[in-house]
């Protein structure tokens, strides 16, 4: 199955240069539908038309984004290694509201790029 989801111009580059293979959601109905092995299509607004696609490899399930980031690797979730020390789960909130995080739970979904 294929999935669309779109995002901002950081993370689809870094995703594009193989520097993040980890994307961070809330798992709402949306995202209950992703099963290892379904293609996603990233698209970013910002970059024009421009798309990527990649295939998942593995769903990380975690109540909260708090549970999440002690858990992944950070640095597969896009943050450098000068930028670990600062992650922090609240930095989802600037998406995610704290009850939408609590009613759906989140996930990490695992992927590699596909071969083009």
Do not use: W
């Amino acid at each position: 199955m294929k999935h669309n989801m779109r995002l901002k111009k950081e993370p689809f580059e870094k995703i594009c240069a193989k520097k993040k293979t980890v994307e961070l959601r809330l798992l709402d109905e949306k995202r209950k539908k992703v099963n290892v092995g379904d293609t996603i299509e990233f698209e970013c607004p910002d970059v024009g038309e421009k798309t990527v696609n990649v295939r998942v490899l593995a769903l990380h399930r975690f109540s909260s984004f708090k549970e999440l980031y002690t858990t992944l690797s950070l640095e597969k979730c896009g943050y450098g290694k000068d930028e670990v020390k600062k992650a922090s789960p609240t930095d989802m909130e600037a998406y995610y509201s704290k009850e939408e995080q609590a009613k759906y739970g989140v996930v990490g979904i695992e992927f590699e790029l596909e071969k083009e």
